[in-house]
């Protein structure tokens, strides 16, 4: 139990939450309250959309695809979750504490979680606990409250980029939008033929990857940057 403790803790060192956490401090987090650590292999669904959120999910190493659907299931923006992480703890208190997302491994991965009630107690007993779980759920807050009135510039281009820049979680890395032409264009109140033509021009100048029916985005940053 000592070296499994010990290990956990090790671990748990190097997760956003505990940053600036001492050793003997997440020690005796560990002696006082329940942490469940599993190491689950690819394809597990750790945390389903509209499902509740009864608790922090961390990843503490591997990857986890996320997957989020607009409510008639007419597209999917799929994402990368890298370790260390936490999954969507802005949705563990609040009028909705439901998962807006779905979060699979994505190979082996070792997943941690503490129970809402043990989130409670933990963020009583530590403070530095508790400021970086309301940092982390306050710059999530700010950024979404920003994408409503970010400006968006009055072209096919830009107005593409937006599309799928503001239904990401994560504003970095690679993106998967897998969406009918003729979909994506009445969402954009265009025409199939512009939106397919728009995007053999970003294929073209390096910005996205086309399939069929599938939009594929190397770097989030780099797309939102051109």
């Not at 505990?18 to 190491?39: C, E, K, P, W």
């Not at 890395?173 to 939106?195: C, E, F, H, M, Y």
Request: proline share 3%; glycine share 6%; charged share 25%.
């Amino acid at each position: 139990m000592k070296e499994r403790n010990d290990l956990i803790s090790r671990q748990m060192m190097s997760l956003p939450l505990f940053m600036g956490m001492s050793g003997n401090d997440i020690r005796q987090l560990l002696s006082d309250h329940t942490v469940a650590y599993h190491v689950l292999t690819d394809g597990k669904v750790v945390a389903k959309a509209d499902t509740p959120c009864d608790g922090l999910i961390f990843l503490v190493r591997g990857q986890m695809l996320i997957s989020a659907t607009p409510d008639d299931r007419s597209y999917t923006i799929e994402e990368l979750l890298i370790g260390p992480g936490v999954v969507q703890p802005e949705r563990l208190f609040g009028i909705s504490p439901r998962y807006t997302r779905t979060f699979t491994t994505k190979g082996r991965c070792a997943v941690m979680f503490i129970a809402k009630s043990d989130v409670v107690k933990i963020s009583s007993s530590y403070e530095i606990f508790r400021l970086n779980l309301l940092n982390t759920v306050s710059t999530q807050a700010q950024r979404m409250a920003r994408v409503q009135w970010r400006h968006v510039a009055d072209s096919r281009r830009a107005r593409i980029i937006n599309f799928i820049g503001s239904r990401c979680l994560l504003m970095t890395g690679s993106k998967t939008v897998r969406i009918k032409k003729q979909r994506l264009a009445q969402q954009l109140n265009d025409s199939p033929r512009g939106i397919a033509a728009e995007l053999r021009s970003m294929a073209e100048d390096g910005l996205v990857t086309l399939k069929r029916e599938t939009i594929e985005v190397a770097a989030l940053e780099q797309l939102l940057k051109s």
